[in-house]
């Protein structure tokens, strides 16, 4: 009796042959699709979609998790112990040392991200516009898609500098001005005016750079934040007293000698569309305000920059690794690299 069922007629009730054999080739299939969905999600990533986030993720925004082998941050172990790495508003300084590049490219790319970066080449500056472009192919943002704005008075002479896959130049032609520190002052309403008209819509993490400098290392998605800053490199190491801001009281940048923390560069700086937008309004705003009471900042759109980023904190500031004079500075062994390096010149003889 044991292992059988009788029917009524006392007959032995087996499982059938079919449908043994149907059970079969369900559990191979059920297998079969298992070992698939592992094999791909080890080769592919693992897409997160909006039910593990909590919100719907489309396009550029989902994101792809995939394997990466690097060495363990250690919480006990600064990484630079020689110079200061985070601000008092917990916003990190970059150095080299700081960052893991491999794993900051990685991010960047999930989110198809494009650069855009911005110079400005008027009357006699446009000759330093190749080295720069050729530098910049070379080292700035590698591997990522950019758009070069060349800003000029003199489009015909804009170099054509062989570019790669996702990069590419444009020319923008806006007006010259008889003086030098007129181009400055003007230079943030120019980048605010076609920030409104274009780059809202074009680019997604606008940098401004001096076009008398050169790309010398690498320069990559490690600065990008929603509002960074870059440490003048005659002032990263000097007490508050000697930095060189607006001190009139009268004028829209001025900044007492008690409130300051660190004197920043007008050569190098960014952020997002939004926060570009707001810093170059700001400035131009302050500069009108300036004008129509018959002053001019000491350092003209510097001077205006600093006192924005004073009040806006950058949420990224970058070591003068980022911004160098080695003519005039020399090559310090607290600087590992020197990425951006300005060019040997004739200030007179350009500026004339």
């Known amino acids: 009796m044991a292992g059988l069922l009788r029917t009524q007629a006392g007959k032995p009730k087996c499982c059938s042959l079919r449908t043994v054999i149907f059970l079969l080739i369900i559990l191979v299939w059920v297998l079969l699709g298992a070992g698939f ?3 791909r999600n080890s080769k592919l990533g693992r897409q997160v979609g909006a039910s593990e986030v909590g919100g719907e993720l489309d396009g550029p925004q989902a994101v792809t998790l995939s394997r990466m082998v690097y060495p363990q941050p250690k919480v006990l172990t600064p990484s630079r112990k020689d110079v200061l790495v985070l601000t008092p508003w917990l916003a990190p300084i970059v150095w080299e040392g700081t960052f893991n590049i491999d794993i900051l490219n990685e991010q960047f790319r999930l989110w198809n991200t494009t650069i855009r970066l911005t110079v400005f080449a008027i009357k006699k500056y446009v000759a330093f516009l190749e080295l720069f472009l050729q530098t910049a192919e070379k080292h700035f943002m ?3 898609r950019v758009t070069c ?3 000029t008075d003199r489009p015909g002479d804009v170099p054509r500098v062989p570019l790669g896959e996702g990069r590419q130049v444009g020319v923008l032609e806006v007006r010259s001005y008889s003086r030098r520190q007129d181009v400055s002052v003007h230079r943030v309403e120019m980048i605010r005016n076609f920030s409104r008209r274009r ?4 680019v997604d993490s606008p940098v401004c750079a001096d076009v008398d400098v050169r790309f010398r290392d690498h320069v990559g998605v490690e600065i990008l934040s929603p509002l960074f800053g870059t440490l003048h490199p005659g002032f990263y190491g000097a007490a ?7 001190r009139r009281p009268q004028s829209q940048a001025h900044v007492p000698r008690d409130e300051v923390d660190f004197y920043y560069a007008g050569g ?4 997002s569309v939004a926060e570009a937008l707001r810093l170059t309004s700001a400035c131009h705003q302050a500069t009108v305000v300036d004008r129509a ?3 001019e900042a000491v350092w003209h ?3 205006h920059l600093n006192r924005y980023l004073l009040d806006h904190k950058p949420t990224k500031v970058l070591s003068p690794e980022y911004l160098w004079d080695e003519q005039l500075l020399g090559w310090p062994a607290v600087m590992k690299k020197l990425r951006y390096v300005t060019v040997p010149k004739s200030h007179r003889g350009i500026r004339d």
């Open 37 to 39: 969905l592992n094999l």
């Open 142 to 144: 590698v591997g990522h």
């Open 149 to 151: 704005y060349v800003f």
């Open 199 to 202: 780059f809202l819509h074009e």
């Open 240 to 246: 508050r007293e000697a930095f060189t801001y607006e």
């Open 268 to 271: 190098f700086f960014g952020g």
């Open 293 to 295: 009471h018959g002053i």
């Open 301 to 303: 759109d510097e001077s």
